[in-house]
């Protein structure tokens, strides 16, 4: 069964910080990752989908990375701002081609000003 | 853009109450889901639905059921709610295979 670990549990770091979320897979068998966003008592908004053919994908600070190999994917946030702090979930489709979608518990960002 | 669309945001039902969560996404996608989200548990699925009347069991099915008359509309049913299932439930809807999902605002459930 696939597993979904995304640790820290929480992060603060001071604004203007790079920073990386990380996310890890047990099984590698995987079509796709996605990294999902989530504001408090809010549904969650899908920020990057790397298909398991990608290496990475970027959208303005945001960069993703895939290996697949290792079971592992890296979200980088570049230059962070307090409008960043959110809670930042990994989810990866398959093993199978099924559309379901297994989530870590996610990583809960705050940046402070 | 899509959109996915929840009924209620909020919502509070007493013990042994039957319960409707209702969602509605204007993309004409096939697949749709229902997810509860639980602090320390993260989101797990409930129910999925890759077509019209056809719905497939998630992984904590168990106390629900669910209703895809119309492609648009996906409906949760508690048939008699129970206190342990008060949670944030959360809907979501994607084209088939692969592609993303797009996820209601969520709808906050309390059983008295």
């Known amino acids: 069964k696939q597993e979904v670990t995304q640790i820290p549990a929480a992060l603060s770091v001071p604004e203007g910080e790079n920073l990386v979320l990380n996310c890890s897979f047990t099984d590698s068998a995987i079509y796709n990752l996605q990294w999902f966003r989530q504001d408090p008592g809010k549904g969650l908004t899908s920020l990057l989908l790397i298909q398991s053919s990608q290496r990475e994908q970027t959208s303005g600070r945001l960069n993703a990375s895939l290996d697949k190999s290792s079971g592992r994917s890296t979200l980088y946030i570049a230059a962070s701002q307090p409008g960043d702090s959110a809670t930042y979930l990994c989810?990866?489709?398959?093993?199978?081609?099924?559309?379901?979608?297994?989530f870590g518990k996610g990583i809960t960002l705050s940046v402070r000003p | 853009d899509v959109k996915v669309t929840q009924s209620s945001r909020y919502l509070v039902k007493r013990t042994g109450e039957k319960v409707f969560l209702e969602c509605v996404q204007d993309m004409d996608h096939e697949n749709m889901f229902w997810y509860r989200q639980d602090p320390g548990l993260g989101l797990r699925l409930i129910y999925f639905s890759y077509d019209v009347k056809m719905k497939e069991k998630g992984d904590i099915p168990e106390g629900y059921s669910v209703s895809r008359e119309k492609k648009e509309r996906f409906s949760l049913i508690l048939e008699s709610a129970s206190t342990n299932q008060t949670s944030m439930y959360l809907c979501?809807?994607?084209?088939?295979?692969?592609?993303?999902?797009?996820f209601g605002p969520g709808t906050r459930l309390t059983v008295l």
């Open positions: 979501a809807s994607s084209l088939p295979d692969t592609d993303t999902q797009y």
């Open positions: 989810a990866v489709n398959g093993p199978g081609a099924n559309s379901k979608l297994t």
